[in-house]
Every structure is written in C-alpha cells, then in structure tokens.
C-alpha cells in the first residue's frame, strides 16, 4: 500500500521545484535588527506573490532607488539609467 501512495502522489515528470535565475549577481549580506526585519516580513506578505525575504529586500531596495530618481538624487538616476538595479546590468 505504501508503494501505491508514492505513485499516485509523487508527480515525476513535471516537479514545480523553484529555480534560480539564469544570471546570479554579486552576494551581498547583511543582518537586519528584528524591527526591520519585522517590517520587511510585514511588507513582503502583503505582496500578492509572497516574495521570499531576499526578493523582498530586493524589491524595496529598487522601490527606493526608483523613488531617489524620481525625485533628482544623481546616484540613484544613473542606477536607473543604466537598468541595472533590476538585474539587467551589470
């Protein structure tokens, strides 16, 4: 019986195991202190994707360069400009 469950429950030929992107970038890491960390869990779940914390933390770093453009902050248009806050560039 067993044997029967694993085959019937098991599906082998299309896993919907998560990848990662074809094109890693550089590793960067950091530690949070548990109150942003609390408020980059609380952003990410109301994503309607649920991104992991990295993807989270990625996604804010972006929405935040993409607003220092919007507003003149020089460093942040060139990051713009070149696209390569969104992992196009280099």
Not at 19 to 36: H, M
């Amino acid at each position: 019986m067993a044997n029967e469950w694993y085959r019937v429950n098991v599906n082998t030929e299309n896993p919907t195991q998560k990848r990662r992107p074809s094109a890693t970038g550089i590793l960067v890491g950091t530690r949070l202190q548990p109150g942003l960390l609390e408020a980059v869990d609380h952003w990410r779940k109301m994503q309607l994707d649920l991104p992991t914390r990295p993807e989270a933390v990625r996604r804010l770093v972006q929405l935040a360069l993409h607003t220092e453009a919007l507003q003149g902050t020089p460093l942040a248009s060139i990051c713009i400009a070149r696209s390569s806050c969104d992992g196009d560039g280099e």
